[in-house]
């Protein structure tokens, strides 16, 4: 069945090897299951250094470019909380945009970095909503792996409507993607978020 949706812009920021590419391709994936449009595009800075790389994901009926514009984004995940501050750019009130933030922080060497209240108080100005959630201690605490944070956190916007794709969808799409021997550790973290998610 063709899903009638418009256009959704997502914008995923973190730093390298944080899984972006992956998060990008599962929901391009999810999207296309859904009978969507998809455009992507993956901005690299130094990722073999841990420096940032933002990935943007378009869908809809018929989408256009893979990039999203300035202030069109509509959902922003941000993988580490410092990194929500350079996505900015892509974030405005008329795009209602949403913020997901996983509250973990990568030290910057010679920066102070700046605190959670922090971070929110200058998102606000862009943002129609921010949920700051600690995926990576969650992650980390109940299945002893904070590199599943990411699925978690696509999961978790998938439960609670911040994206407008099925969790089922999701959840098909990370068995197609992700190794057979890491597929019960991501289903972990998908069910954990449904649980957050209640």
């Known amino acids: 069945m063709k899903n009638d949706l418009e256009e959704f812009n997502i914008v995923i920021v973190g730093t390298g090897g944080q899984g972006q590419i992956t998060l990008l391709e599962i929901i391009a994936a999810?999207?296309?299951?859904?009978g969507?449009?998809?455009k992507t595009s993956e901005l690299h800075g130094l990722a073999q250094r841990g420096g940032s790389v933002e990935v943007h994901i378009t869908f809809g009926k018929k989408v256009l470019s893979p990039l999203v514009n300035r202030g069109e984004a509509n959902f922003i995940l941000a993988l580490e909380a410092q990194e929500a501050l350079r996505a900015c750019y892509y974030a405005?009130?008329?795009?209602k945009t949403v913020f997901l933030i996983n509250d973990f922080f990568i030290p910057i060497p010679g920066a102070t970095p700046k605190t959670s209240a922090q971070i929110l108080k200058e998102l606000e100005k862009f943002?129609?909503?921010?949920?700051?959630v600690p995926a990576s201690d969650i992650c980390?605490?109940?299945?002893e792996s904070d590199v599943v944070a990411g699925i978690y956190l696509i999961s978790l916007a998938a439960f609670k409507n911040l994206i407008p794709l099925k969790p089922n969808s999701i959840l098909k799409t990370i068995k197609e993607k992700i190794p057979e021997k890491y597929f019960e550790l991501n289903k972990k973290a998908f069910d954990l978020a449904k649980n957050y998610a209640k």
Not at 30 to 34: I, K, M, R, T
């Open 36 to 38: 969507l449009d998809v």
């Open 140 to 143: 980390k605490k109940e299945l």
């Open 30 to 34: 999810a999207a296309l299951s859904e």
């Open 92 to 95: 405005s009130k008329q795009a």
């Open 127 to 132: 943002a129609q909503k921010i949920i700051l």
